[in-house]
């Protein structure tokens, strides 16, 4: 079972004002999911989260997560540009990119964030731009499988991320050189993982790096930058992470393999998106049309360019009828979109109450990757964004595209 965070009656109100098809955040879900993690982190004293802007890079939501105690991850120049319009700079921005364009890596230099370098090669890129600044993060690719007891749970040796572990300590070694003080390791081997055990396996991999580190080098490591990954549960059936339990197994292998080896003075990173406001987001649409051919088909007035997962990973959303919720699902129904595309689908044999025109359908956990991904195929606008805000009111975040945003790129240009 899963409850959305607005009911019928909300959503009528709501759409006096904004109409559908919105997101909406829900301010309250992401404060209190936020603290739970630093919580989970609290018995490391130079903990941050680093909140990836690609997730839901819009102002309100990245300023709710200043206020509670994140810094932000960007990947690009307009992710930088963002970051330092909501007065987010310096150490408090991580910048992991992978095949960096030179004026990314200027304004990220400008701005004092933390760079963490993809590969070997862009020591000397980054040196040739900028120089080389006193701290400096690396990116590590185990290669191979990687896997959490019998499971594999990704491919990194498939993955265009990250050095090869020699290539990482001829790295520091180089950077050192040049004049690095200030050392971070990083890695991301897994994706949405639902399962307790991604972070402290993960840590452990690199604890256990940064100790052959030093004994190889003598190079101390400042921190170690755990990135994103932990998931979410998309489907009813899935068991929520428990993040304290996530924070214990981290300081687990932290006391195990990093204390004994003097290293007890690293700081722990995490760069998360997913975890961070996927279940705090909806979006919002109504039941347009009903179809009856070879398939029972509901058209909604959302559609892939405002939630592009389905579509691309054939990724599932949880769908919950508003006002319809203790109906019983005996109906089967293709949920559509109405691009001229057949993967436009919310739902394929969805099970759900009988849907009428003019229903609210809450599609679930669009909070991160969600309107992000957003694009403008057959000319279709990008819809509003609304925070639902902690004293119960909802407010606009981002308005919602108009034709002429659709055009200004051609403003200039009808005639030539
Ligand atoms: N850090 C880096 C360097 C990343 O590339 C990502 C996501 C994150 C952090 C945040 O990961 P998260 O905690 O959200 O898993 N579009 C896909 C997800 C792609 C993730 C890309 N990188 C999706 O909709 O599932």
């Known amino acids: 079972m899963k409850t959305p965070f607005v009911n019928k009656e909300m959503v009528e109100e709501i759409v006096k004002d ?10 309250k879900g992401i404060r209190e999911n936020a603290r739970k993690l630093k919580q989970a982190f609290a018995w490391n004293p130079g903990y941050k989260e680093y909140f990836a802007v690609k997730a839901t890079p819009n102002p309100a939501i990245l300023r709710i997560l200043k206020e509670e105690g994140c810094g932000l991850d960007c990947s690009s120049y307009t992710e930088l540009l963002m970051s330092e319009k909501v007065g987010v700079v310096g150490s408090n921005i991580m910048f992991s990119s992978n095949d960096t364009p030179a004026e990314e890596f200027q304004l990220a230099a400008k701005l004092g964030a933390t760079i963490n370098l993809d590969d070997f090669t862009h020591i000397d890129f980054l040196n040739d731009i900028c120089g080389i600044p006193e701290t400096i993060s690396c990116r590590y690719n185990p290669g191979g499988t990687f896997s959490i007891a019998t499971t594999i749970m990704d491919n990194p040796g498939d993955a265009k991320y990250g050095m090869t572990k020699d290539q990482l300590f001829d790295a520091y070694v180089k950077l050192k050189g040049m004049g690095a003080k200030n050392f971070g390791l990083h890695s991301f081997l897994a994706s949405n993982t639902v399962t307790n055990e991604y972070y402290p396996t993960l840590a452990k991999i690199l604890f256990e790096v940064a100790v052959e580190l030093k004994e190889k080098t003598g190079i ?3 921190f170690i930058n755990l990135s994103g990954g932990v998931g979410i549960p998309y489907t009813p059936d899935q068991k929520p992470n428990d993040i304290l339990t996530i924070g214990e197994g981290v300081k687990k292998a932290y006391e195990e393999v990093l204390v004994p080896a003097g290293l007890g003075n690293i700081s722990i990173f995490t760069e998360l998106g997913r975890f961070m406001l996927a279940p705090y987001g909806h979006l919002v649409t109504k039941a347009i049309h009903e179809k009856h051919t070879h398939k029972e088909y509901i058209g909604v007035d959302a559609c892939a360019v405002n939630l592009m997962r389905p ?10 009828v508003l006002g319809k919720e203790n ?11 109405s ?9 394929i ?5 009988k849907i009428d025109k003019g229903d609210y359908l809450v599609i679930h956990d669009t909070g991160a990757h969600g309107f992000a991904m957003g694009y403008n195929y057959n000319g279709k606008l990008k819809s509003a964004e609304l925070l639902l805000c902690e004293d119960g009111s909802t407010k606009m975040i981002r308005r919602a595209e108009t034709p ?3 055009f200004a790129t051609l403003e200039g240009y009808w005639e030539v």
């Open 311 to 320: 579509a691309m990973y054939g990724a599932y959303h949880h769908i919950t």
């Open 404 to 406: 002429e945003d659709y």
């Open 349 to 353: 044999d969805r099970k759900l109450p």
């Open 339 to 347: 691009l001229c595309e057949n993967n436009d689908k919310f739902a």
């Open 18 to 27: 904004f109409p559908t098809p919105f997101h909406i955040y829900d301010e």
């Open 327 to 337: 109906e019983p699902c005996n109906y089967t129904y293709d949920v559509t979109g």
């Open 220 to 222: 101390e490591l400042s």
